[in-house]
C-alpha cells in the first residue's frame, strides 16, 4: 500500500493516471506530447507508477504501451473507503477509457499464494463462486471445450465461451459472451486471458480482457476489479470479501 500512497503523492503521476483513464494503451511518446516535461521525466514517473502496480505496459510490435491498472486503488477501497461509503462501493471499478479498435483492458494483482491454489481458485466453480459475485463456472477445462456461467438467482446462463488455451497453472485464455442482458448481447465475444507468473512466495495474476469494441459496454469489464480483489482476499484470508458491490448478486 505504500508504494501506491507514494505514486499517488504526486500531481504529475496523478496527471499520468488521469491521461490513461482517458485513453487507455498510450506509448511513451505519446504521453510526453501531453506534458511539458522530457521524456526521460515521464519515463522516471511512469516506472514508479508501474512498479505501485498502477500502470502495466506491454510491448505492441516496436511500441511499449501504458495500461491504467485500477486493481491497487479497489483494494484501498476495499480497506477502508466501502466501510463509510456504500453508495459509491462499486464506483472505483469504473475506469472508463477508449482504444483503437478493438479495445483491451489489463488488470494486474499480487497474490500470496502458490500457482496450483491460484489455479485452483480460477477453475474450481465452487471457489470461483465466492469471488465472483456468487457465480459458478462449469465446463471440462479441456481445450476446446466450452463453458456456460450461472448463478443461482438467475434463470438461464449469465455467459458463455469456450477454453481456448488450458495450460494449468500458467495460463488460461477463454472467449466469453455476455448473456445477462440484451445490451451486453449486443457486444458480441471477447476474450480473456488469465497469466500466473510465480514470484517468491507470491504470485502476479494478470488478466486480459480483449477483443473488446470500441467504447464497449462497460459491464463486460468494470467488474475485474472487485473480482480480483475477492480472489486475492479468499485466497490469503479464507474469508469472502464483503463490500456491499460485491455481495450484490450473492
Not at 463486460?220 to 486475492?232: A, D, F, R
Request: some cysteine; overall charge negative; glycine content about 8%.
Amino acid at each position: 500500500m505504500d508504494a501506491v500512497f507514494k505514486a499517488l503523492s504526486d500531481p504529475t503521476r496523478r496527471d499520468l493516471l488521469d491521461e490513461l483513464f482517458r485513453q487507455d494503451g498510450q506509448s511513451l511518446s505519446a504521453l510526453e506530447a501531453r506534458f511539458d516535461m522530457t521524456r526521460f521525466g515521464i519515463a522516471k514517473h511512469l516506472k514508479l507508477l508501474e512498479d505501485a502496480g498502477l500502470v502495466v505496459s506491454r510491448r505492441r510490435g516496436r511500441e511499449k504501451l501504458h495500461f491504467l491498472n485500477p486493481v491497487p486503488i479497489r483494494l484501498i477501497h476495499d480497506r477502508w473507503v466501502s466501510k463509510y461509503s456504500e453508495p459509491w462501493a462499486a464506483g472505483l471499478s469504473d475506469l472508463k477509457s477508449r482504444l483503437e479498435s478493438p479495445m483491451e483492458k489489463i488488470f494486474e494483482i499480487y497474490i500470496k499464494t502458490t500457482p496450483e491454489r491460484l489455479w485452483e481458485a480460477i477453475t474450481d466453480s465452487g471457489i470461483r463462486s465466492k469471488y465472483q459475485f456468487g457465480n459458478t463456472i462449469e465446463t471440462d477445462w479441456t481445450p476446446g471445450s466450452s463453458y456456460t456461467m450461472n448463478n443461482a438467482k438467475a434463470g438461464a446462463p449469465l455467459g458463455e465461451g469456450e477454453n481456448l488455451e488450458v495450460d494449468p497453472p500458467r495460463r488460461l485464455v477463454q472467449t466469453m459472451r455476455a448473456l445477462w442482458g440484451d445490451d451486453v448481447k449486443a457486444e458480441g465475444t471477447s476474450k480473456i486471458t488469465w497469466e500466473i507468473e510465480p514470484v517468491g512466495d507470491s504470485c502476479r495474476l494478470t488478466v486480459t480482457h480483449s477483443d473488446l469494441r470500441e467504447g464497449a459496454n462497460e459491464q463486460l469489464y468494470g467488474g475485474w476489479p472487485m473480482i480480483l480483489s475477492g480472489l486475492k482476499t479468499w485466497l490469503e484470508t479464507g474469508e469472502k470479501l464483503t463490500t456491499p458491490g460485491s455481495l450484490m448478486y450473492t
